[in-house]
């Protein structure tokens, strides 16, 4: 719970942070977001629990990474991480789930999520800001990635890509776990 607690001040102060660099009302990151004003309110207050799709949502708008506003201040040159030690930013009703593990630093940043999609249950993904490229690798298992309606069989020890501003989806296939290493990279930040 404490974790949790200190999750959503991260969150909280992050966006706050964010909007205020963009310049932009609560009203006007709402709209271009398609956020509630209430449900903008509430995050900067560190009340709610914002869904993977809406922090996805104002990270696009606000032209940064997932990660940038769940992840507190730098912890230094090199970062290990336990990818059992974050917890999923979505899971599914059948125990599908995907955690985003790190984002790389720099001009043109990498997320890092690990992913765990069960047979039949899938993830529809709204499209990104212009400029997102997505990978996918699966590790075991298969899955149908479904790319602006064209579906795509992955199979375990196979690596697809796609630009990732249409709309798409990933489906576990077969009859056994999924599991895939997603990266999301993102365009150049402004110089």
């Not at 992840?71 to 290990?80: D, L, W």
């Not at 030690?85 to 984002?103: D, I, K, Y």
């Amino acid at each position: 719970m404490a974790e949790t607690a200190a999750a959503l001040r991260t969150i909280a102060h992050n966006v706050r942070a964010a909007r205020t660099r963009a310049g932009l009302s609560l009203d006007e990151l709402g709209r271009r977001a398609q956020v509630s004003k209430g449900a903008l309110v509430a995050l900067e207050k560190a009340q709610g629990n914002p869904n993977l799709a809406t922090l996805v949502r104002l990270a696009d708008t606000l032209g940064i990474t997932v990660s940038a506003l769940m992840q507190g201040p730098p912890e230094g040159r090199v970062r290990v991480v336990d990818a059992d030690a974050v917890a999923p930013l979505w899971t599914g009703e059948r125990g599908s789930e995907a955690r985003l593990v790190l984002t790389t630093g720099g001009p043109a940043p990498v997320e890092v999520w690990r992913w765990r999609l069960e047979p039949g249950e899938e993830y529809p993904s709204h499209p990104h800001q212009a400029g997102v490229v997505e990978t996918v690798s699966v590790t075991s298992g298969r899955m149908t990635l479904v790319v602006d309606g064209a579906e795509h069989t992955v199979e375990a020890g196979r690596t697809a890509t796609f630009d990732g501003d249409t709309p798409h989806t990933y489906r576990g296939a077969g009859d056994r776990p999924c599991h895939l290493i997603m990266t999301v990279q993102l365009p150049p930040g402004p110089a």
